[in-house]
Structure formats: C-alpha cells, structure tokens
C-alpha cells in the first residue's frame, strides 16, 4: 500500500466533497511517475494522518479518483456491488417513468467511483471507460450489472483512454445487439441512437433538462440551432410547435441523422419548415450577419475546440466573441442559450464574462434561466471536471 501525503488545501478540498486528486495535490510529486495506473493508494496529510482511499487513474481528468474516506472500504466486489446498487436504486423514478427510457445509469464519480459512466438506452447499455484501472474491474462490474438489472437486453463497451493498436475501443460485449437505429424516447420525444460504431450515439443525455426547457418553450418560434450534431434540441423546439427551425452542422453524418430524428416525431423537413443545413457555423453566421436575420431562440452548443477547414474555434479563447454574435441574432423578445461542456470554464466567471458580452449588444440582455447536470442521474462531486455542464439562457428585451 502506497501512503501519498498531500497538502493541507488538497486535503481540506477533500473534506469539502470533492474526490478527484491531481498532480499538483501531492507533496511528493515523484511518486506520480513511481506509481502504476490502477494501484489501491492511501492519502494522508502533512501529520501522516489517513485521509482517504484512492485508485490511481493517470489517463483520466488527474491522477486519482478517491472512493472511500473509511480505510476499511476495499474495491472489491461487495464495494462494487453497494455502489452499483445504490446508483441503479437512485434511478428508480426513471426507470418507471413512461415517457423517458434513457438516461445515465452510473455517473463516475458522482455515483461513488470515477473513471468509468454507464449509460441505460431502453434496455442496453453503454460503458464508457475512461480509465484502464477500472476497466480491469469489468469482470466484477458486468455480471453485477447482469444480476441487478431486470429488462437488459445488451451491453456495449467503449474505451475512451488510449489504447494499444490492436485493442478494441467500441464492441458489443453482451447479450442481444441492439436495433440500428435503436428508437428510444425522452419526454416522449423520440431519437434515433446507434449503438456499437462511435461513443457518440446520437444523443447527449446531459442535456435533457435543456432539451425539456426548449420544448416548453418554442411554441411559434423560429429557432437557430448551431452545432446541431443530429438536431436534438431542433426537435425538442420542433415538437414543442416552434414554427421554423434551421440546425447547422459541418458533418455530414448530421444531415440524415437530424432527418430522421424529425421524421421519427411526424414531423417535415420540408425547407420551409425545418431546414437543415450542412456548413460551417462561423460561414452560416457570416451569411446571416450579410442579410441581417434574427432568429427567436438562438441555441448553441459547440465541441471545447475544433478546427474546420477553415476556421479554428476554442470554447476558452473564442466563446465570448461568437456569444456577442449569437445576442446579435437573437430578436428582441427572443432567448439566448448558450452551452458548454468544458470543465475549465470557470461557471461564474463564465456568466460574467457572458453578461459583459451582452452589453456589448443590448442594454436590456438578462439571464433568465441556468442548467447544470440533472442531478437525477447525473449527481456530481464538488471537482470542477465532475460538474462540467454550463448553459446559461439569456432574455433579450430590446
Ligand atoms: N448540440 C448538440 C451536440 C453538439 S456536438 C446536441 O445537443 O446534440 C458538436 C458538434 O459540432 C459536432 O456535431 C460537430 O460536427 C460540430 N462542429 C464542430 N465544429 C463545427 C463548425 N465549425 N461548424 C459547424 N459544426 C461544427
């Protein structure tokens, strides 16, 4: 057993519910390159006092995931099997909910271990792990998923740390293979997911609190939806009665995905109605700043970076300017939505910077409504990384 001593803000961090150590938390940082990915580790104070218990993660967001503050836990099967338990316990709601069928299912971290999420998609389920320790724990993990899940059909397996060549990264691993596509519903909306060929499937579960707001709220709207992927929050505008919805998306996976997505609900892709474009954000932009559109509700939601052919976009560098476009094209009397996933923005600092924005627009711009993580299946730690999800909706009175 390896004692890892770390500093006193480190371990009051700790105290305050955040589970996630880095490499700037150690006392001694030439233990990182010492110890091996996977190791069971002890973290203790400058007294030599024992903290915590962690599993040391070195490809995932640090170096370590804390599981246990009870040096009596071990991660062996009955810890897994509580944990996994109590996630699938907290979940009994959706699971009975009639409208929703797909949700996540075990959140890292927030669930009690980091480093891998499993996600429930009406009856399959994907893994995601992020970190080699734990997918050395499949062989305990998957049967306990097997024994404590009435109603699953499959499993499939992503890896998302690197891997060796000739190592798999996605595979359908148990069970019957799920249909392609594969209809599941959310809110009584359906989406088209694929399961077994990307870790992408076709829908971002986070997102369901903000998908439900837009639903609510696009009644006779037009609606611009940018970094549309396969146009879920369009559709959520488009069933909630939005009267014309256009989704920009550069890849051209987006445009028969985003078809059938609407398609799947009744509902016409017909130009006139719901308009799906496949191009560049920044060039669509360009063309609406050139005719001086506006649009009712304006959603965006892009990758933390990307680079086109030709631009490069950088949630950190780059979000404030194209926000100051996004309020430029929103009506007055229109909303602003604004998305991230990139933990290191700083969420009030990023609001700020948001509002700072606006003024550059209009003086009457208010921030009205903020998501983060449905806590109901998406519960967090304190870390920063853990509570990733930022989107901020904006009301913009003149
Ligand atoms: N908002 C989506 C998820 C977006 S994922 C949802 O809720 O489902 C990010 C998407 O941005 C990807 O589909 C990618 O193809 C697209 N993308 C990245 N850079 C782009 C650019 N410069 N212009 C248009 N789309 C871009």
């Known amino acids: 057993m390896t004692n890892i001593k770390l500093y006193p803000d480190s371990v009051n961090k700790i105290h305050h519910g955040h589970r996630l150590i880095q490499d ?23 007294a030599n006092h024992f903290v915590a218990k962690g599993i040391v993660v070195k490809q995932n967001k640090g170096f370590a995931w804390i599981f246990s503050l009870d040096m009596d836990d071990f991660l062996d099967q009955h810890f897994l099997e509580s944990t ?23 959140n890292g971290e927030g669930d009690g271990l980091g480093g891998f999420t499993i996600d429930w998609y009406a009856g399959y389920l994907q893994i995601n792990w992020y970190s080699k320790a734990l997918f050395n ?20 397996e992503t890896k998302r740390y690197e891997v060796s060549e000739d190592e798999w990264t996605i595979q359908h691993t148990f069970g019957e293979q799920a249909p392609n596509p594969l209809i599941i519903s959310e809110n009584n909306i359906n989406y088209a997911v694929y399961l077994g060929t990307d870790w992408m499937t076709g829908i971002f579960l986070d997102q369901r609190h903000v998908r439900q707001f837009i639903q609510t709220q696009s009644e006779s709207l037009t609606v611009l939806n940018l ?19 256009v989704s920009v998306d550069v890849a051209n996976r987006s445009l028969d995905w985003t078809k059938e997505n609407f398609a799947l609900n009744g509902l016409s892709t017909d130009i006139a109605d719901h308009e799906i474009r496949v191009m560049d954000v920044f060039d669509y932009i360009a063309y609406v700043k050139r005719h001086q559109k506006q649009f009712d509700m304006v959603v965006c939601d892009p990758p933390s970076f990307a680079r086109t052919k030709k631009y490069q976009f950088s949630v950190e ?23 991230t996933n990139h933990s290191g923005l700083d969420r009030d600092l990023f609001r ?29 730690t304190n870390d920063k990384e853990s509570q990733y999800l930022k989107v901020f909706v904006f009301y913009r009175e003149t």
């Open 24 to 46: 700037h938390d150690l006392i001694f940082p030439h233990q990182i390159d010492e110890i091996a990915e996977g190791e069971i580790v002890h973290f203790r104070d400058e």
């Open 84 to 106: 996994i338990q109590m996630a699938i316990q907290q979940r009994r709601e959706l699971f009975s909910n009639e409208a929703t069928n797909s949700f996540r299912l075990f």
């Open 137 to 156: 724990e499949r062989d305990t993990i998957i049967p306990i998923l097997q024994s404590n899940l009435s109603g699953l059909k499959g499993i499939y």
């Open 227 to 245: 970094f549309s992927y396969t146009g879920a929050f369009s559709v959520a505008a488009a069933t909630g009665g939005a009267a014309h919805t």
């Open 317 to 339: 560098k780059d979000y404030l300017s194209l926000a100051v476009d996004l309020f430029k094209m929103t009506k007055a009397g229109g909303m602003t939505i604004i998305s």
């Open 352 to 380: 700020e910077n948001l509002m700072k924005a606006s003024k550059q627009v209009s003086d009457s711009i208010y921030l009205i409504q903020q998501f983060e993580l449905p806590e109901e299946d998406f519960p967090t």
